[in-house]
C-alpha cells in the first residue's frame, strides 16, 4: 500500500471548518483513499473513503485532487468532540484465490485539537 | 446492530503468564483483523480472517502468538508466554465480506488493553 504524509498536529477553532491535508504521492489506481479516527484511547473510528471523486457523508467531506496525489477531510463545523488523532490511509485491493487482502497500514496521523 | 467488542477491556498479567484476548466481530462479517499498539509506536496489523481460515498473518510478531476463529464467529488471540514488549492496545475490526472490485470497510471495537508486569 501507498504511503501517506500529514501534518503532526493542527489547531481549529471550535465551529470552524478543520481542513486536514494528506499527501500520497505514490497512490496507484486501485488504491483508496480512507480516513479514520482515534478518539483518547478508543478503537478507531472510520470516517470516509473514496477512489477519486469527491465524497461526503454525515461526518465529514473527502477531496481528492485530480491526479490522486494529495487529499482534505474536511470536517465542516468542528466540535470540541473532535478532538482526536486523524489517519489517512492508502488501502488497495489485492487479491490472491479470489479473496481480498484488507489490512489497514496506519502511519502516525494528524492530532487534530479543537479549541473553544 | 452491536458494534465489534473485545473483552476484557483491560487486563495486567506478569511476565511468563498466559493471557487470552476475545473478538466478537460484528454479526454477518467474514472478515476478521487483529491489529496491536505498542507504546509510543503506530497501529500495527497483525494479522487476517476469512471466516475460519487465516487469510494473512504476516503482522504476527512471533511463535508466542496463537489466533484462532474457530467456526468462523469471534477470534481469540493467545499470548503465551507473555513478555514485556506484549504490552499495548489490541484492537480487533471486522468487515463484510469483499468480492472482486469492492471494498468494505472496517469496523474497529474498543480495544484490549494489555499491560505485561
Known amino acids: 500500500d501507498a504511503k501517506t504524509t500529514q501534518p503532526p498536529s493542527m489547531d481549529c477553532a471550535e465551529g470552524r471548518a478543520a481542513n486536514l491535508p494528506c499527501n500520497h504521492s505514490?497512490?496507484?489506481?486501485?488504491?483508496?483513499v480512507y480516513w479514520y479516527r482515534q478518539i483518547h484511547s478508543q478503537g478507531p473510528q472510520y470516517i470516509i473513503h473514496?477512489?477519486?471523486n469527491n465524497e461526503t457523508n454525515e461526518m465529514a467531506s473527502l477531496i481528492i485532487t485530480e491526479d490522486r496525489k494529495s487529499s482534505t477531510l474536511i470536517l465542516p463545523h468542528a466540535t470540541l468532540r473532535d478532538t482526536a488523532v486523524y489517519y489517512c490511509?492508502?488501502?488497495?485491493?489485492?487479491?490472491?484465490?479470489?479473496?481480498?487482502?484488507?489490512?489497514?497500514?496506519f502511519g502516525q496521523g494528524t492530532i487534530l485539537t479543537v479549541h473553544p | 446492530e452491536a458494534g465489534v467488542t473485545q473483552f476484557p477491556s483491560h487486563s495486567v498479567i506478569e511476565k511468563g503468564q498466559t493471557v487470552t484476548l476475545r473478538c466478537d466481530p460484528i454479526?454477518?462479517?467474514?472478515?476478521l483483523y487483529w491489529y496491536r499498539r505498542v507504546m509510543g509506536k503506530e497501529i500495527k496489523f497483525l494479522l487476517h480472517?476469512?471466516?475460519?481460515?487465516?487469510?494473512?498473518e504476516s503482522g504476527m510478531p512471533n511463535n508466542r502468538f496463537l489466533a484462532e476463529r474457530t467456526g468462523g464467529t469471534y477470534s481469540t488471540l493467545k499470548v503465551q508466554p507473555a513478555e514485556l514488549e506484549d504490552s499495548g492496545v489490541y484492537f480487533c475490526?471486522?468487515?463484510?465480506?469483499?468480492?472482486?472490485?469492492?471494498?468494505?470497510?472496517?469496523?474497529f471495537g474498543p480495544g484490549t488493553r494489555l499491560l505485561v508486569l
Open positions: 475490526a471486522s468487515s463484510q465480506e469483499e468480492q472482486a472490485g469492492v471494498m468494505k470497510t472496517q469496523y
Open positions: 505514490t497512490i496507484s489506481g486501485n488504491e483508496y
Open positions: 473514496g477512489l477519486k
Open positions: 490511509i492508502v488501502r488497495g485491493l489485492t487479491f490472491a484465490g479470489g479473496t481480498s487482502y484488507g489490512k489497514l497500514t
Open positions: 454479526s454477518g462479517h467474514d472478515n
Open positions: 480472517f476469512v471466516k475460519e481460515s487465516k487469510q494473512d
